[in-house]
């Protein structure tokens, strides 16, 4: 029977324990961060395009970040980057997308009342929000938020007197990244318990959506793969803060020689890379499992080979645990080392062509619906392909060099990883908002808000593979120094002209968004005419989701047009016909 | 969800934490060999002989956590079962702090100017390990008091069935870094 139950203001809104409400939850926060993230990378892009100069944006920021011309101080400029690397990353492509959509499409796609604990799943959002407390006070210390880059390198992190950035602000950070990875940590075993224990009769897993099969993963990803960032982190808390040498060795800074000897910061690069390429894929995948769906949904045709993109999320999975050194090619590794790593990286473009050529496969003579969703879906192929290209310059030892952190690499990486993701969170945000608000959004905005995103988003992250080929380095301040950059200068003031018109064109979603809540029209119970679970709940959330019995399962997600059928979508309840065969 | 559902899920949660649990070691064991192979001037050091009686003390504790469902069997009290297991608890986290002292005693610290990396690991890893520990002990005070009131039958303990597999987790866990440490 149903669980729903007279719910008070705080039991509904605040400690919420309903997985639908938690998913929403994760999702507000997740777009407030993703527009302070966007927010600071449109400040530092105008420093970039006009260095040293005041501008209207920067009244945004504290008056201590700016210089008595009212431009912005070089280490602001550092904390800027390095928090918008965090934000995007963590809060806005980990928990915003996977905390969203893990939590809202688990019990709803298996056929679940609810997440396996529901306790825990409050914690995890909320040590996810008082992470992104902590993290945002940071911004408030006098000496400002952590600066060594998101990836916060020692000696630059282990040292609290090595930048201002190094000091309370790197404290902050370290304290919200653990209370950060522990919100994760809760949320993924939640995940994983019950897509295994709590699937509704006949959910086999050969008949779960691709959505699902990639938030397993992504989870299993994640339970494997965040304890390394907890003791990477854990040893440069000792560092820092009590005076170990993991990470430190010979060490003289303002003139002072410290104690620490016999630590290597190399160390702390394979730790946080051990987790950090998985994270790549911890972003990702969720990403491609929502385009699955979404491109069949809007295609009206069955995915194109199903085991296959299981197969592939799961080879992808395993080779991305054993990546993570063409990180670290210009760490003075070992050439036969680095080229194993080449090996193994270069592996992964093998499944992740097989999930390009099975979502092309997918689209071939469909009835196609040009959804915004099915747009960013698409989006998302287009990205990937476009930033996995590039992948697989950076993958070889020998070429990586050349580029190592260049604009090159900014470059890739925003694309294959940054754009594939948020166009994949746009994509779901758009299918299962009738979903998540009983309401539709409106699609001109949303036409708008793609095409205004896609051409833009090129705009900015296309141009920076040249200036990465010229060889300008990420991370600088300012490039006018440098009279070998001085050519480059009209492309960084392009791509910063294409970030602020990014920028603007997100504002279209967020209207339409918010509006949509309260204003849009009504959504019907299917409006898609979908195949999945979901859709079969009421529009009107109840606790527990079904009114009475759980539904049964007698068919895949993925029976579109289906020769024979009176309709080009069959819902996995209906009991297959007489004679029909199953897929 | 029913009450049997409801146990394997739990028990679920525990195993899925569990393997989180061994990422964290495995890649401090990692950073271990990794450093050690990198590093000039790393201290060898002996193991205080308190971690020798320690090891035992774990895999007794271990060991006596067995007889508890013949006894829930039998319906006899399992009260001093999981009462002396707690103090072996006890006991195993007194002789590590013991331990420690010993270490100082040679030289080795875990920060500080005399201090080498090999030692730090050293006192991070038994130390991790240690905190890990005090959520066993919270388990175990917690299944003491329940057992005193005889809230345990074979049907109904899995509360101290919990406690019982994150127990025999820590045994091993350590057994395997009181090895690497011994051996490596």
Same mark, same amino acid.
């Given at each position: 029977m149903s669980e729903h139950h007279k719910e008070s203001f705080i039991t509904k809104y605040?400690?919420?324990?309903?997985h639908k409400m938690i998913a929403k939850q994760f999702l507000i926060t997740g777009m407030f961060m993703a527009v302070v993230g966007m927010l600071m990378s449109a400040i530092f892009r105008v420093q970039l395009a006009n260095p040293g100069e005041s501008s209207?944006?920067?009244?945004?920021?504290?008056?201590?970040?700016?210089?008595d011309a009212g431009g912005l101080n070089p280490d602001k400029y550092l904390a800027l980057v390095t928090m918008h690397g965090t934000i995007l990353v963590?809060?806005?492509?980990t928990a915003g997308l996977s905390g969203t959509f893990a939590n809202f499409l688990i019990p709803l796609q298996i056929g679940?009342?609810?997440?396996?604990s529901g306790f825990l799943n409050m914690l995890s959002y909320w040590f996810f929000f008082i992470a992104t407390v902590v993290l945002l006070s940071s911004?408030?210390?006098?000496?400002?938020?952590?600066?060594?880059?998101?990836?916060?390198?020692?000696?630059l992190s282990a040292?609290?007197?090595?930048?201002?950035?190094?000091?309370t602000g790197m404290t902050l950070w370290l304290i919200s990244i653990t209370l950060f990875v522990v919100g994760s940590l809760l949320g993924g075993l939640n995940y994983i318990v019950t897509i295994l224990n709590?699937?509704?009769?006949?959910?086999?897993m050969q008949r779960l959506p691709l959505t699902i099969w990639a938030l397993l993963i992504t989870a299993i990803l994640g339970v494997l793969s965040f304890p390394v960032l907890l003791s990477c982190g854990l040893l440069l808390i000792f560092d820092r803060?009590?005076?170990?040498s993991f990470y430190l060795s010979d060490i003289i800074i303002n003139g002072e020689a410290l104690?620490?000897?016999?630590?290597?910061p190399i160390l702390f690069e394979h730790l946080f890379w051990f987790l950090g390429h998985p994270e790549v894929y911890i972003i990702l995948l969720p990403a491609l499992g929502i385009v699955s769906e979404v491109i069949a949904v809007n295609s009206r045709?069955?995915?194109?080979?199903y085991k296959a993109m299981v197969g592939a999320l799961l080879l992808i999975a395993f080779l991305s645990f054993i990546v993570w050194g063409h990180h670290m090619?210009?760490?003075?590794?070992n050439p036969f080392l680095g080229s194993v790593f080449t090996f193994t990286t270069l592996l992964i473009a093998i499944p992740s062509a097989v999930k390009v050529f099975n979502y092309l496969a997918t689209l071939w003579r469909g009835n196609i619906r040009f959804t915004p969703a099915m747009l960013f879906a698409i989006g998302t192929v287009s990205a990937f392909i476009t930033g996995g290209l590039t992948g697989i310059i950076l993958g070889d030892s020998a070429l990586d060099i050349n580029v190592h952190d260049t604009y090159f690499v900014v470059g890739h990486f925003h694309i294959v990883m940054g754009l594939s993701a948020i166009y994949g969170m746009f994509a779901g945000v758009y299918h299962w908002f009738p979903k998540m608000y009983g309401r539709m959004m409106n699609k001109n905005l949303g036409y708008i808000h793609f095409w205004g995103t896609f051409i833009c988003a090129y705009g900015v992250f296309f141009p920076m593979h040249f200036l990465g080929l010229a060889g300008l380095p990420r991370r600088?301040?300012?490039?006018?120094?440098?009279p070998m950059f001085d050519g480059l200068s009209d492309i960084n003031e392009l791509i910063t002209f294409f970030a602020l018109a990014g920028a603007i064109v997100q504002v279209f979603f967020l209207f339409n968004f918010f509006y949509s809540i309260f204003k849009g029209t009504k959504s019907s119970q299917n409006p898609w005419k979908?195949?999945?679970?979901?859709?079969?709940?009421?529009?009107e959330r109840i606790h527990?989701?079904?009114?009475?019995e759980l539904p049964v399962v007698t068919r895949w997600a993925y029976d579109y047009?289906?020769?024979?059928?009176?309709?080009?979508f069959i819902l996995q309840t209906e009991p297959l016909k007489e004679g029909e065969i199953e897929h | 969800m029913d009450i049997a559902l409801k146990n394997t899920v739990k028990k679920q949660l525990l195993w899925v934490a569990l393997v989180s649990i061994s990422m964290f070691f495995a890649s401090m064991l990692s950073a271990f060999i990794v450093e050690k192979g990198d590093v000039d001037n790393w201290k060898n050091f002996s193991l205080p002989t308190y971690f020798v009686l320690s090891t035992g003390i774990i895999i007794l504790s271990s060991l006596l956590l067995f007889f508890i469902k013949p006894a829930l069997k039998k319906g006899k009290s399992i009260f001093g079962l999981v009462f002396i297991v707690l103090i072996l608890g006890l006991l195993f986290s007194f002789f590590q702090i013991k331990g420690w002292e010993q270490l100082t005693n040679q =030289? +080795?610290?875990?920060? =500080? +100017?005399?201090?080498n990396v090999a030692g730090s690991f050293l006192y991070i890893l038994t130390l991790t390990h240690l905190l890990h520990l005090v959520g066993g002990l919270v388990g175990l005070c917690i299944s003491t008091i329940k057992s005193k009131q005889n809230l345990y039958s074979i049907n109904n303990y899995l509360g101290l069935e919990l406690t019982s597999i994150y127990w025999h987790f820590l045994t091993i866990l350590w057994i395997i870094l009181f090895t690497f440490l011994k051996f490596y």
């Open positions: 605040v400690f919420t324990m309903d209207i944006l920067y009244s945004l920021l504290p008056g201590a970040w700016l210089n963590f809060w806005v492509l679940a009342r609810d997440m396996a911004l408030f210390v006098e000496t400002g938020p952590a600066s060594g880059g998101w990836t916060i390198y020692p000696p040292l609290p007197q090595a930048i201002p950035g190094s000091g709590l699937r509704t009769i006949g959910m086999t803060s009590f005076g170990t104690h620490n000897e016999g630590g290597s045709k069955p995915i194109f080979g090619f210009m760490t003075g590794m600088y301040y300012s490039n006018s120094a440098f979908s195949n999945t679970l979901e859709w079969t709940t009421p529009v527990g989701n079904w009114p009475g047009s289906k020769p024979g059928a009176e309709e080009d | =030289g +080795i610290y875990l920060t =500080g +100017i005399g201090s």
